[in-house]
């Protein structure tokens, strides 16, 4: 949980940095939270469009596929 709040943290000062999107995700995800999971990773996955990193964009797809 403390990960959570630190990188929840850093999103309050850095809104929409993919790197703590992507990571936030991945922490729900490995804690079995499947909601929050899908919700970063679909912050993260628009984040990484609006970067230019489609091909991250696609490996986030999956990912938040399989928290679905």
Known sequence: A???EII??????NPGNLTL?????????DRGD???ARAYYT???AAARRAGDYS???QLQRDRASVE
């Open 2 to 4: 403390a990960s959570v």
């Open 8 to 13: 929840k943290e850093g999103l309050s000062k």
């Open 21 to 29: 999107l992507v990571l936030l995700a991945t922490d729900y995800k």
């Open 34 to 36: 499947r909601k929050n």
């Open 43 to 45: 912050e993260a996955i």
């Open 56 to 58: 991250l964009a696609n």
